[in-house]
């Protein structure tokens, strides 16, 4: 049984930093590409960013380039998203997704498409006060 279970959010102010963490069990974790999506209240769950199985290529939406890395290891199964700079349109709640079918090691251009992900975690919740 495959579990993803995030971690790290909080309330903070503008400015300022956060990192999530996310773990996966009940799969060879290195062998699937890793991304992270969010929901603000009354929006479509987005991509934030993707990373592949061995952390060498990522991928960004527009609004978090520059400001938010993600990175993984693989040798503790756990993802991680470091979020820089924050700004109260990032208040959302933050989900992990694994295994995507096809290609799953790698995240390809279409990484955004939410249907292909098989696997998702319950979220972590980050409030950025202005």
């Known amino acids: 049984q495959v579990q993803v279970v995030e971690s790290g959010g909080g309330l903070v102010q503008a400015g300022g930093s956060l990192r999530l963490s996310c773990t996966a069990s009940?799969?060879?974790?290195?062998?699937?590409?890793m991304a992270w999506f969010r929901q603000a209240p009354g929006k479509e769950r987005e991509g934030v960013s993707c990373?592949?199985?061995?952390?060498?290529?990522?991928y960004y939406s527009d609004s978090v380039r520059g400001r938010f890395t993600i990175s993984r290891d693989n040798t503790k199964n756990t993802l991680y998203l470091q979020m820089d700079s924050l700004k109260p349109e990032d208040t959302a709640m933050y989900y992990c997704?694994?295994?995507?079918?096809?290609?799953?090691?790698?995240?390809?251009?279409?990484?955004?498409?939410?249907?292909?992900?098989?696997?998702w975690g319950q979220g972590t919740q980050v409030t950025v006060s202005s």
């Open positions: 997704a694994t295994d995507k079918g096809s290609a799953s090691a790698y995240c390809s251009d279409y990484w955004p498409y939410l249907p292909q992900w098989r696997y």
């Open positions: 009940g799969l060879t974790f290195d062998d699937y590409a």
């Open positions: 990373i592949n199985w061995k952390g060498g290529s990522t």
